[in-house]
């Protein structure tokens, strides 16, 4: 074992080597070359090479976002659907769900709009750097603008075409789409079971090719990054790393706050627990979570800590953790959030009172549909992004550092899973000893 972890250096790691030669090389550029982020053979190499390579990688995750969206939030819902159905347990921990992803997502976007990391980029530098993104981009906008305006949705989430939507989700019909996606999953979970199970089976198939297809983009990553990270250094220099040291700094701050803050309050007040005993008990959960970043494959260590160190009824757990694993992303909805609107300020976007309201209603959804594996946030973000004319191609610069983001919003969806658990069961009335203080 240890000789296959020597010989394989693991995704995540060649995807961080790509962002920091690609920033250190394209900042040393800068640097040196006469006539620093101006020079003619830099410019040329930015705008025709790393932009065209970099967008491969992009578009690979992009061309997925519609049936991975579509399979992965009306399965979510259906599954809380079919909870609600399971009766006050399933409506009890659907509350909580959505209690805690709207404190989890107003948090993130009070922390991004008080520290505001994506402010502060020199005017000229931004402006270059948003010149070199617009190349492609404009022809994209002039092609997508047009269809955007037939058959606009009623109040302007609710579909007539959801087929249209879909074909125009990336520039703008994403929201109407979700929306579909949402109608369509509360009725398949509102059928009869043995007529919804082919098309729930179907799209199963579908969400596990959406993300086969994810993997092969993702094996573009470390060559994607590496050329949109250049592209930026060779930009913006240093400050490009201060503004994504900020950027990892607040999201980590506002996740340790989630997790140590809120969660903390909610297990003391609501399932009246020691919070310390709490997660010292799941403890192994975290720290699995934290290693592979995915809810997931973290679930068959949760339903374990859950009976065997926490005293969870197994009824309880069972259900809440299995439905919570997909349904319930408290980390990830706060991060989505942050990310949102940090990507705004980085190319210098304001997003209204309004705007910002809708942000949090999508990172809400999208924290339900997004996968729980590792980097299931970014077809969501690609999406959500597109629909306020943030470029998707800054994605690639934050997708670099996403690993250990990754691994600790992780901890933050399984962690919530596992407090939404012990609320169900303390408002339950059952028993929650947990086998140490049986003994005792
Ligand atoms: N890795 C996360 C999870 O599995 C999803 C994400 O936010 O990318 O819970």
Known sequence: MAETARKRTPLHTKILLSLVAGGVLGITAQFVLPGGPKNEDLVWFSENIANNVGSIFLTMIFMIVVPLLFSALT??????????????????????????????????????????????????????????????????????????????????????????????????????????????????????????????????????????????????????????????????????????????????????????????????????????EFFRQMKTVMLTAFATSSSNATLPTALKAAEEDLGLPRKISTFVLTVGATGNQNGTALFEGITILFLAQFVGIDLDLSQQFQVMLLAIVAGIGTAGVPGGSWPMIAGV????????????????????????????????????????????????????????
């Open 75 to 276: 399965l979510g819902i259906a599954e809380i659907g079919d909870a609600t159905k399971v009766g006050r347990i399933g409506f009890r921990a659907l509350v909580m769900t959505i209690v805690l992803s709207v404190i989890a997502v107003l948090l993130g976007i009070a922390a991004v709009n008080a520290v505001k990391p994506g402010v502060g980029l020199p005017e000229e530098k931004r402006q270059a750097l948003l010149a070199a993104i617009d190349k492609g981009a404009a022809e994209k906008k002039g092609a997508a603008e047009k269809p955007a305006e037939a058959d606009p949705p009623t109040l302007g989430i609710l579909p007539r075409n959801p087929l249209l939507e879909a074909t125009r989700a990336l520039t703008g019909g994403l929201l109407p789409f979700m929306f579909f996606s949402l109608v369509f999953g509360i009725a398949l979970s509102a059928i009869d079971p043995e007529k919804a199970l082919p098309l729930k089976q179907f799209l199963e198939g579908l969400f596990a090719v959406s993300l086969k297809v994810i993997d092969f983009a993702m094996l573009l990553a470390p060559i994607g990054v590496f050329f949109l990270v250049f592209r930026t250094g060779a930009i913006l220099g240093f400050d490009l790393v201060t503004t994504l040291g900020k950027y990892v700094l607040i999201v980590l701050a506002a996740l340790a706050f989630h997790q140590f803050v809120v969660y903390s309050l909610v297990i003391k007040f609501l399932a009246k627990r020691n919070p310390m």
């Open 385 to 440: 992004i597109q629909r306020f004319n943030i470029p998707v191609e800054t994605i690639g610069i934050v997708l670099g550092i996403d690993r250990i983001l990754d691994m600790s919003r992780t901890v933050l969806n399984v962690t919530g899973d596992m407090t939404i658990a012990a609320c169900v069961a303390k408002w339950e009335g059952e028993p929650t000893e947990t086998p140490e203080e049986a003994m005792a």
